[in-house]
């Protein structure tokens, strides 16, 4: 295949809320360009895209997907996005590698949540836009309302380019606007090309009117020419939508029904009014090893230095480790040798495939502006950047939100421990999203994830690839004691067990710090009382005796720990009596020091629209948060709030159903203080139950 022309490539994300039809919209698309012979369904599992055990069981597209057609002599890269809030993340990833996306609006219900949040980021990012009104065919479709809809939310830029012939289940054809021509279609057969019915002639010429006075705008000449009263042709009207397209100032909106197969020609035709990446231009990297910060131009150019984007990383159970990645400058064959500049580490190319879902087609070399995907690359993921060794460069890489929710994993099998830790290390380079640790004071497996439903999709992989199963828990709150006055206390070890015997003897007395401070420990020995040899293991007998508290088993902190008195023996004593003894003191002190039970509390910063912030404020104050404050940031309102960490672990799913999806939240860890004593007998009597019962 001959290496494809920047000017004439168009990379595309499909986009929007769940259920708008997506993964349908694209199976047409390759239908329509000839790619496929027959249109695949979501409810049976048939399309191309959605190739996934987990995607098909759901009905639903979980991990960006590649395809590419080719139209009217121009190469198109579709990347398949999800439309679920839970994966978002992976199409928001996205739009760094395209210069169009095609913005599916489900005809019945509109604008949705998601539509607003990736319109949105493409705005931010100077990504142009195309919208489907798709699923013009159901029950209470409607076109026009879909429009008002779109011009309400986004602005007079969302312009029609097509209008739909007949709705709902009489939807049957388009009138393309620019060519005022009817389009009529029947089956999976192409269009018949007609005349626009003459009960739409009105309807038809006042809508291009509406679109040939917005397209006018980006060309003076143009404008002067339009109005004086002269006639624009079809084609100076296009070659201004194409540039009305690009600078944003038009949002072309196609009716399509893609189940049938309804106006997706017209859909592709629109695309092509998505700048090419020769249009769109040089993209700004940073020259030498991440870290650098030198600004560098890439061409669009298959000359020069290589420079490649790895925005997605998939597992092939033949091909092994996949990274798709977007040529932003240069070209590359199946040897060229290239840098990676996040591990300074030299890569291979190796074999470059074209993508169509899950079935691939070598290629000998592709070039700048193309997405392609390469594959078996030795220590290569998400977010690097490969270049030329004489001119290193790197991009930046999409920062994935902090994880909303956290549950603790524990192995239904004894032994599978390591095979789990391994399996969720693979499955994280696939999905960044996703974050796993170990908590060394809870001895607890954590994984942290988008929603429940992200969580739970990895679990799936987890379990059909690895063949290993974990159960899920809320994570333990890494609660804390302390301790409220001061208290002294003796530690004598003594031991005869017929030979040399063990003998330790020391007095401390422990007063308690301001929060935050610690652990401090006062060697206040004078004369000998205990010799200085012996003293770190007394110390060490008290730290260790600190790991687990006497209210309830949690780490101690805060408290200020004075050694000053003490005696010993010249055989029986030593540093393990001494150790022993230090402890014995430790919790004797303890005991009289008046221990309480301390709690993390967190900063949360919650970001929602204006109408649900008395909702949110509300349920804040119920988990016994505490307002520090609220400010507007644009169409969004921030809360900010003190919450104790146990009242957070069911926030996210709380937030979602408030806000319906559109909040959004983050916390950190701040401070600790002292859990009220309703509450603190509680976890008292839970953390004696566990203990029990281990």
């Not at 159970?317 to 040897?335: E, P």
């Amino acid at each position: 295949m001959a290496l494809a022309d920047p000017a004439k490539i168009r990379n595309i994300s499909v986009v929007g809320h769940r259920g708008a039809g997506k993964t349908s919209l694209v199976e047409a698309l390759l239908f329509t360009a000839g790619l496929k012979n027959r249109l695949g369904s979501v409810a049976d599992g048939s399309t191309t895209m959605d190739h996934d055990e987990d995607e098909i069981k759901r009905q639903m597209t979980i991990s960006a997907g590649l395809a590419h057609v080719d139209w009217a002599g121009q190469k198109i890269n579709i990347v398949d996005t999800p439309g679920e809030a839970s994966f978002i993340n992976e199409t928001l990833g996205t739009l760094s590698v395209v210069e169009g996306v095609v913005m599916a609006v489900n005809a019945v219900t509109k604008v949705e949540v998601q539509t607003e949040r990736i319109w949105k980021r493409a705005a931010e990012m100077g990504v142009s836009r195309v919208v489907a009104v798709n699923m013009m065919d159901r029950e209470r479709a409607n076109f026009g309302e879909a429009m008002d809809a779109l011009k309400a939310r986004f602005g007079d830029e969302v312009v029609a380019l097509g209008l739909p012939i007949g709705e709902e289940v009489n939807f049957k054809g388009v009138v393309d606007l620019l060519k005022m021509k009817a389009y009529m279609y029947s089956g999976t057969a192409k269009p018949t090309e007609q005349a626009v019915p003459d009960d739409m002639k009105d309807t038809a010429q006042e809508a291009r009117e509406k679109l040939v006075d917005r397209v006018a705008e980006v060309d003076d000449a143009l404008l002067e020419k339009y109005l004086e009263g002269g006639e624009l042709t079809s084609e100076e009207v296009t070659e201004a939508l194409r540039t009305a397209v690009e600078s944003g100032m038009v949002t072309p909106v196609v009716p399509t029904a893609a189940t049938k197969n309804i106006g997706v020609d017209r859909l592709l035709d629109a695309v092509l009014t998505v700048p090419s990446p020769a249009a769109r231009g040089e993209r700004k990297a940073y020259g030498g090893l991440s870290g650098a910060d030198a600004e560098i131009d890439l061409q669009p150019v298959v000359s020069g230095p290589p420079v490649l984007f790895v925005f997605k990383t998939i597992y092939d159970q033949f091909s092994g480790r996949v990274n798709l990645v977007r040529i932003f400058s240069g070209k590359i064959s199946t040897d060229t040798q290239l840098l990676n500049s996040r591990t300074n580490e030299k890569e291979r190319t190796g074999n470059i495939l074209l993508m169509t879902g899950k079935e691939t087609k070598p290629l000998e070399e592709a070039g700048a502006g193309d997405i392609v995907a390469l594959a078996k690359l030795k220590d290569t993921g998400t977010g690097d950047t490969l270049s030329d060794q004489s001119r290193p460069a790197h991009l930046p890489r999409y920062e994935f939100p902090p994880p909303a929710i956290s549950f603790a994993i524990t192995p239904k099998t004894r032994g599978d421990e390591e095979k789990i830790s391994n399996g969720l290390r693979r499955l994280g380079e696939e999905d960044p999203a996703m974050e796993l640790r170990f908590d060394s004071e809870t001895k607890e497996m954590v994984i942290s994830g988008t929603s429940q439903v992200h969580v739970e999709v990895i679990l799936d992989k987890l379990k059909r690839r690895f063949g290993v199963e974990v159960d899920l828990h809320p994570p333990q709150v890494p609660y804390r004691e302390t301790i409220r006055r001061k208290a002294n206390a003796q530690g004598r070890h003594k031991k005869q067990t017929g030979g040399r015997g063990q003998f330790g003897d020391c007095w401390i007395e422990i007063e308690p710090l301001p929060r935050g401070e610690g652990y401090q420990f006062e060697d206040a020995i004078f004369g000998g009382s205990i010799p200085r040899n012996f003293i770190p293991a007394v110390e060490k007998g008290v730290v260790e005796a600190m790991e687990h508290g006497i209210v309830a088993g949690y780490p101690v902190v805060d408290v200020k720990v004075r050694l000053y008195d003490g005696s010993y023996h010249t055989v029986d004593s030593s540093e393990l009596a001494f150790k022993l003894a230090g402890a014995l003191a430790w919790n004797k002190a303890m005991a009289g020091a008046n221990p309480v039970l301390l709690e993390p509390v967190v900063n949360v910063e919650v970001m929602a629209p204006e109408e649900n912030m008395g909702d949110i404020m509300g349920d804040l104050s119920g988990r016994r948060g505490r307002p520090q404050g609220s400010e507007t940031m644009g169409e969004m309102h921030v809360i900010r709030a003190q919450v104790p960490l146990a009242e957070m672990l069911t926030y996210a799913p709380q937030l979602r159903s408030m806000t319906a999806g559109r909040g959004s939240f983050t916390m950190e860890f701040d401070h600790y203080e002292e859990v009220p004593a309703h509450l603190a007998d509680k976890i008292i009597a839970d953390a004696k139950a566990r203990k029990a019962g281990e």
